[in-house]
Every structure is written in structure tokens, then in C-alpha cells.
């Protein structure tokens, strides 16, 4: 069956058809879920289907648009990942204990989709607790990615980048703490944006069978994922403005425009690797294609700057003080084993392993220190971008690797040019962004010598996510973007 000719168009390309009644909002609809029950058998990116909903909606949807209503995503097809409550569905962020909580209330964010129109067709796989950078469950198998099979589409919002690149719908919904939204972006060759700390209130995003009260979540945050960098935008907007819950607390960021509209005037320091965490050959490449090309394009590039905060030391803080936060819902006998194991590690040893078990085991008062470093880190980034308008990065050491579900993740290896190194230390590229809470839009800029998707992370500043995004907006238009797995381009 050949595919149809919106199975790939962007959000914005079908909002335009949409409006000009050259397709329908059921029609979209049916395509997409045609799309999944043709091919997700092979990649099993959706865990829960809600067709039936979905349609109605998308009937509402058109009966709006024939009377001339306008709403930002009136009609256009969505996923949603996993670990958002829709109400009605389950929500078990993989957990089997929880395979039968159902939620009778949708996320903040989920309701304001609906209430922009947008048509939630069904929700995307995870990860046990989103603890991964693999999509796999006990409740839901595993999710492929869409350009080899035989590998991760990322993880944790690996459902939903799987399911962009394979043409379930044009938007999706993820999370990100250690770098869920960027990762998964990576590994299918699309786009996510990680938004700057705090911008998007993530009630209802909250692990069964917790109820869904606003509450902060350290490090962590909701953000939008597409096919191009201009739905990004649109979705972002949607998502924004704060939880009405905390009136009085929360108060509305208000996003500065872009610093510039023009390849030309930007400043970039490009970064390609780091002994902390190397890169292999094929990312290494396509982030010195990419600084060629935006150097002949006019962009002032530079390869290095001492203002760059020291990375060593930044990702130690980072993977410190994330476990710190993840660790309060370990159980109480595998937290006490940390502890210990904490303790009898050697002073010496800085290795972002031991900072992880050290990070288990953080009292609060080393948590308040190491709070402190962070907003110096902070300080070291505002200084930078006052002299760059972004920072262009690695997301992750490797194009997709094979599954590996190795129980202790502690015992799995990646191979970066054929060397092992330890499989979670492919944390300290996501969390350049994440520990300083700024902006990162994640980018696809081609593929590996194999066929995997490549990419790269923009890193901006703090609450300047419209520059991030009108960076991508400008490279992908200058040089392009998503391309669809030749697998499942029909």
C-alpha cells in the first residue's frame, strides 16, 4: 500500500492543507492509524491505541474548521508518550505493578493539546520508571528503532521519536531529565526540544499512582517532539504558561525573541568531543560537515573558548545530583546498599561512575553544596553567551547501538570506535544542558556511514528558547532535516 502523500508533512505543512480543505482531519487521522497498524507490529512504538476517540475528535475538528475556526493544532494528528496521564487510558511508565492504573484526568499539557485541537491517536513506549536510554517494558516488549530494527529508537521518549520517524502522526509529547527528549531525537533522526527549566508546568506527568499535583521535579522537564524545528515552536507555545494550581508561585517566563533571524549573525562555539565521554568517527563528522557549512553559510564558528565551563567537573556535579533526586524513590533496601557501597569508594576516584553511587548516598547538606555549584555553573554559562548566541554539541557518544537489556546497566559497554566504555557514562553529553536547566533543541543533520541517524544539540541561553529554535529553523532550511527510514517509507 503506498503511502499518502501526508504521511511525513510537518504540522505546520498539514495546518495549511487543513485550512485550505485540500485534506481532512479524518482523513489525517485515518492515515496515521493506518501507518500504525501497518507497520508497528515490526517496530511496536505504540503501547496504547485510542482510535476510537481519536476519530471522533478528529470529526469535531472538521466540522471547527468548515465553520472557518482557527486553533493551533485544530486537527493535526498526535502521539503522546507513555508516562502522560490521559485520562482513561493507562499510565504505567512500564512499571507492571501498575499495568491497570488508569487516570481519570488528563496532564495539564495533554488538556491544552485538546484544547488546541490537536488529535491524540494513541500513547508511545517507555522504559521501566523512564530509567533508560532503550524503550522496553515488561508490560509492553520492545520498541524498535525504525532505521535497523536490531537497535534502540532512544530512550526514554523512545516510542514517540520511533513513532514521528515512522509517520504516526506529526507531533508527540516527551520528558527529559537525562536527555529522554534529545536521545531518542538522535537515535530516529528528528526533532525535540528540551525547554529551559521550569517554562513548562508538568502536572500530570508523575509516576502512577501518585496523584497529579504540581510538584518540582530537580532537573527534570516536559517538551515537544516533531519532524521539523518549526512544530517544535508551535507545539512549545501550547504547551507553555503556568500550572493555574500555583497561583501565586509560578509565574509566567516570558521568552525573549530570537537574538537573530539570520545565518549570518550568529555566533556559535562548536564542541565535538571530550575526553570525559569521546565521540566516535561518525559523529565527530557530521558535526565538522556542519560547522563547515554554517562557516561558508556566513555563521562565525569557533572550535574552542575557555569561557566553555569545564566539563569534567560539570558532569560530575550533574550525575551527582540527579541520582541524589532519582534515588529518593529507590527502595529502601537497594538505597542502603548504596550508601555502603558509596563509602568504600576511594576518595580518588572521580570517575562518573563512582559520582552516580556517591549521588545515591548525597545527605541534604551535601546536596545544598553541591546546589551552590550549580548556580556558579550558571553564572560560568551567562558569561558565555555573552560572547556566542549558541553552543552546538554532541547529544551522544554513538548512533543507535544494539538492545541491550542487560539487568545491571552498570555491567552494559558501548563501543566508541571500537573501545568500551561504561554505558552510563553516556550521560554527561545531555546533561551540558540539563544541570544548568537551559534551553537544547535537538537537530537531525544526516546519517552515519551505516544508515543511522545523526544529529546534534543546541544548547542556548537560559530562557532563550526562540534562539535555539529559530537556529534549527535556519539549518534546516539551509541544509535539511528529517528524512524517512527507507523501511517504512511507504
Sequence with gaps: MA???WSFKTAVE???????KKVSAVELAEDAIGRIERHDAKINAICVRDYERAIAAARAADAELARGLQRPLLGIPVTVKESYNVAGLPTTWGIPEQKDFTPTEDAL??????DAGGIILAKTNVPLNLADWQSYNDIYGTTNNPYDLGRTPGGSSG?????????????SLGSDIGGSLRVPAFHCGVYAHKPTYGLLPSRGHTAPPAPPLPYERDLAVIGPMARSAADLSLLLDVMADPDPLEAGIAYKLELPVARHTSLQDFRILVIDTD????????????????????EKAGTRISRSSPLLPDFAASSRLYVRMLLSFLAA????????????????????????????????ALSHRDWVAASVGRTRLRAQWRELFKSFDAVICPIMPTPAFPHDHTPDQAERRILIDGKPHAYTDQFAWPGIATLPGLPATAIPTGFAPDGLPVG?????????DRTTLKLAELI????????PPPMFDD
Excluded at 499539557?109 to 485538546?114: D, Q
Excluded at 570525559?276 to 563528522?285: E, G, H, N, Q, Y
Design 3 to 5: 503511502r499518502s502523500q
Design 476 to 483: 534546516e532550511r539551509r541544509f535539511g532535516g528529517f528524512k
Design 329 to 360: 524513590s529507590f527502595p529502601a533496601d537497594v538505597h542502603a546498599g548504596a550508601v555502603a557501597a558509596a563509602a568504600a569508594l576511594p576518595a580518588d576516584d572521580n570517575s562518573l561512575q563512582a559520582e552516580l553511587t556517591r549521588g545515591i
Design 275 to 294: 575526553p570525559v565521554l569521546p565521540t566516535d568517527k561518525a559523529v565527530r563528522s557530521t558535526i565538522d560537515k556542519l560547522a563547515s557549512n554554517l
Design 159 to 171: 516510542g514517540s521519536s520511533a513513532a514521528l520517524a515512522a509517520g504516526y502522526g506529526a507531533l
Design 109 to 114: 499539557s495533554i488538556s491544552r493539546v485538546k
Design 456 to 464: 546534534v544539540q543546541i544548547v542556548g541561553p537560559w530562557l532563550e
Design 14 to 20: 498539514l495546518s495549511a492543507a487543513l485550512a485550505a
